[in-house]
């Protein structure tokens, strides 16, 4: 538990800094060719994608639920 409050701490202390860093690449391709270049420049450094999160889809499949009928993610 104080592991992971201390490492959400330095998230949240860094967060600011590592904004300031961050870049934006314009890329002409399709969604996923997009997601395959940044899978496989995180596996060519050496290391491993163990979860991918489809938080979208969750939310476009939980939202009648709370009362929404928007769509969020397409």
């Known amino acids: ?3 992971s409050t201390l490492a ?5 202390v860094a967060a600011p800094a590592m904004a300031e860093d961050a870049a ?4 002409d391709g399709s969604f ?3 997601t395959f270049a940044v899978e496989s420049a995180i596996v060519g450094q ?4 163990d979860y991918v999160s489809h938080v979208g889809e969750m939310l476009n499949r939980t939202g ?3 009362g929404s009928d928007k769509r969020i993610f397409s």
């Open 32 to 34: 996923e060719d997009a």
């Open 8 to 12: 959400m701490v330095a998230l949240v």
């Open 64 to 66: 009648a639920d709370v």
């Open 1 to 3: 538990m104080l592991r």
């Open 24 to 27: 934006t690449v314009s890329f």
């Open 46 to 49: 050496g290391l491993v994608i």
